[in-house]
């Protein structure tokens, strides 16, 4: 009994749990419907970006990945409630996320951007202060919790916005004119103009970077509870290696056909 208590505190004191420890197992909740982020099939296989880079990091930490598929919106809640041990998601590090959990350094940054349909005038605008501007009384989509929601409400507060729980069903509403235009990271915007009914639509020529405000957030991290503070620095240890050797750039350029790798600071 008193080395089981031992094995125990041990355990408990390092951040990781019995499971993990006697399974050699990280669970890691994922949207799986964000292409090319994360894609779940009916039978809960995940591939994409996100799933590339858990299992680069399983790898590396020498524990074997299970993925668990959660609407965007519930993964910090159910990462609180401990359903699986860390966030692999696109999830962008931002300092209201920072207070309900911990985040990993950022290993990944990408552009945000608007689509539209080519025969609206949004399309043709190429500066950032004409397009705010011209938001103003638009149906805009985005996914619920995202933090293109909260850079929007912050900086298009006139603008009518539409939220969605999946980047499907705002695709589907802006394919079929139920809002005038949607933001989203350029790589989602990009997959939705390389589907048929995305044939119409174009990217508006104004690329939104994460770093120009601070309701976009300071990179894509992985998220961990904030008790866990062993398995973040073997996290990001990790990731600092995966970055260097070039592991999650080679990724990136398989899933967006470019490197969008944030090197350690």
Not at 56 to 85: N, S
Not at 140 to 169: C, F, I, R, S
């Amino acid at each position: 009994m008193k080395l089981k208590s031992l094995l125990l505190a041990t355990l408990f004191a390092t951040g990781l749990t019995t499971a993990q420890a006697a399974e050699g197992e990280l669970s890691i909740g994922t949207e799986g419907a964000y292409p090319p982020w994360s894609m779940a099939d009916a039978v809960g296989n995940v591939t994409g970006f996100d799933a590339d880079v858990g299992n680069l990091l399983c790898a590396k930490l020498e524990m074997k990945c299970q993925f668990v598929v959660q609407a965007f919106d519930g993964l910090i809640p159910a990462l609180k409630a401990k359903r699986f041990d860390i966030i692999i998601s696109g999830m962008s590090i931002t300092e209201d996320r920072k207070k309900e959990i911990n985040f990993s350094i950022g290993y990944a940054e990408l552009a945000n951007m608007f689509v539209a349909p080519k025969t609206s005038d949004l399309a043709g605008i190429k500066d950032f202060d004409s397009l705010i501007k011209a938001l103003d009384g638009r149906k805009v989509g985005v996914q619920a919790g995202t933090t293109h929601a909260h850079y929007l409400e912050k900086n298009a507060p006139n603008a009518d916005l539409k939220t969605y729980d999946t980047l499907d069903q705002m695709q589907i509403d802006l394919a079929s004119g139920r809002v005038d235009t949607a933001f989203s990271d350029a790589s989602a915007m990009e997959d939705f103009l390389a589907k048929p009914e995305g044939k119409d639509f174009q990217l508006v020529d104004v690329k939104i970077a994460s770093s120009s405000d601070p309701t976009l957030g300071e990179g894509i991290g992985v998220g961990i509870a904030q008790e866990n503070t062993e398995l973040k620095a073997r996290i990001d240890k990790a990731l600092c290696e995966l970055v260097a050797d070039g592991s999650i750039g080679k990724a990136s350029q398989t899933w967006f056909k470019t490197d969008i790798s944030r090197p350690c600071k």
